[in-house]
């Protein structure tokens, strides 16, 4: 995320120009309802295969623009709308068909007296089993839900006595426990932070158990930058992606009967496109066939779920999300300062 970011801030006059287009962006987006939205990128078809989850005339369409860092999209089933994280802006936005973007959460990830680094805010997002809004939270550097009744509550926000670094990206097993990542990328100084307790980047699980308690279990150290992370349709596998530069990989771990993992075996290598496109191996998620669509250097790659690449849905920008929604068949994805989707013709896991 941090890398990102600051590649991305690099030229002062790309950023200016970006500004002025987002402007523009924003008023078309939140004018119009359901047609005629600006067109973004391509899509890159490497396989026949992707013509099963991709119509040849397959559009990215920017929905709206304008945000800082657009992150962690989410699906509200029942209210119809999206949630996304602003992660510099330390806000939530709320977009719906019709209205565009407006804010529903500020202080969305650090609540603290004073400023906070350069990316203060949440990042990935899930509704839980109850309909509430849970948040990786980079400032607070927890894992927190947001009650119905209003506030939040901490989930967890340490591993034994020692703060975590700064919860990246989160998934919801069907049984209720929470898998989530925990690179240093929220902290102001990044790795080097002198703020940093823990000296590894964790892969966790916290599992709830009978008395309602949850209980935190370590699952792996052994990523250097884990970020995105998603289950297979049937929960026998989970898949962690690692935003490392020299390492830009997306690991496949074997999921045991008590949760924890089996040794991973790395599904997919994009590093040799790291600096040719845009991005780094970020969110991921999966669809009912169990193929993945993962961020990426140079957009959304699709995958089949041997690790076959089928595509690329290129944004031409540094993509760092996606997420199902509408009937399960939208993929909304999160792309630097811009909000977009694009229609498939198959489904999220779980709808």
Known sequence: MNLRLTLHRWSLFTCTIAATLAMGVVSVAKAQNTTNFPILGEVIRVSPEL?????????????????EWAEGPVWNREGKYL???????????????????????????????????????????????KGQLVSAEHGDRRLSVLTHQGGK????????????????????????????????????KGAEDPLRELDFCGVYQLALQADGRHQLTLLTKEMTRPNGIAFSPDEKFLYVAQSDPKAAIIKKFPVKEDGTLGEGTTLVDVTSMVGKHKGLPD?????????????GPGGVHVYSPAGKLLGRIDTKEATANCAWGDDGSTLYITADMYLCRIPTKTKGAGW
Do not use: H
């Open 51 to 67: 013509d099963e989850v991709l119509a040849p005339d397959a559009k990215i369409e920017v929905i709206s623009s304008g945000f």
């Open 83 to 129: 949630l996304f994280s602003d992660i510099p802006r330390n806000s939530v936005m709320k977009w719906e068909l019709g209205k565009g973007s407006s804010l529903f959460l500020k202080l969305s990830g650090f609540t603290g007296p004073t400023g906070y680094g350069n990316e203060p805010g949440c990042n990935g997002l899930i509704f839980d089993g």
């Open 153 to 188: 509550r901490t989930l967890v926000d340490n591993y034994e006595g020692k703060r975590l670094n700064s919860p990246n990206d989160v998934c919801m097993k069907s049984n209720g426990d929470y898998y989530f990542t925990d690179p240093p990328y929220g902290l102001p």
């Open 283 to 295: 969110g991921l998620k999966v669809d009912v066939q169990g193929r993945l669509w993962a961020t």
